[in-house]
């Protein structure tokens, strides 16, 4: 089975993720816009970097894209960066690897989440993929998509327990 992940800009509040198996729509997730790239897209990143398997690699290895997918060591680790990354992205993606590496420490410390074993290096290296996912982004048209797969590697990262 492949897996695409169809991003599509709304003129209005939200964007649209349809989950494309086999070239079909199988499931579709609104996308509040938060005036960056989709929360969405951002896993991509996170998870495409780290070869790490979070909420969209769960979803490419054949789970319901559902919000309340059961715990998972490794997905909770990557749902932490995410939401770091988010942060960093919201106040102009300038934070120092260092400091986000505190918070991502401290955010997983908050929820009894181990953290994954992730650099300063790693940070820059993700921080490039948001970038070169927002040029894609803000290059498309309102009513337009931007579909992403992991077909380098799907299979790998961690399948969930």
Not at 92 to 99: M, V, Y
Not at 130 to 135: E, G, H, K, S
Not at 139 to 148: E, F, I, K, R, Y
Request: hydrophobic residues 40%.
């Amino acid at each position: 089975m492949t897996t695409a992940f169809r991003f599509t800009k709304g003129g209005g509040k939200e964007d649209r993720l349809d989950v494309l198996r086999d070239g079909s729509v199988a499931e579709t997730l609104a996308c509040p816009k938060q005036r960056i790239i989709p929360h969405d897209m951002v896993h991509f990143a996170v998870e495409d970097v780290l070869d790490r398997c979070g909420f969209l690699t769960r979803v490419a290895h054949g789970e319901a894209a559902d919000f309340r997918m059961e715990a998972n060591a490794e997905s909770d680790g990557v749902e932490r960066l995410v939401e770091v990354f988010q942060g960093d992205g919201w106040s102009g993606g300038t934070t120092p690897p260092d400091a986000m590496l505190d918070l991502y420490h401290v955010t997983c410390d908050a929820r009894s989440c181990p953290p994954l074993p992730v650099d300063g290096a790693t940070i820059i290296a993700i921080r490039a993929r948001i970038a070169d996912l927002t040029a894609q982004w803000d290059a498309v048209a309102v009513g337009d998509s931007l579909t992403l797969t992991f077909a380098q590697r799907v299979g790998t990262g961690s399948a969930p327990e």
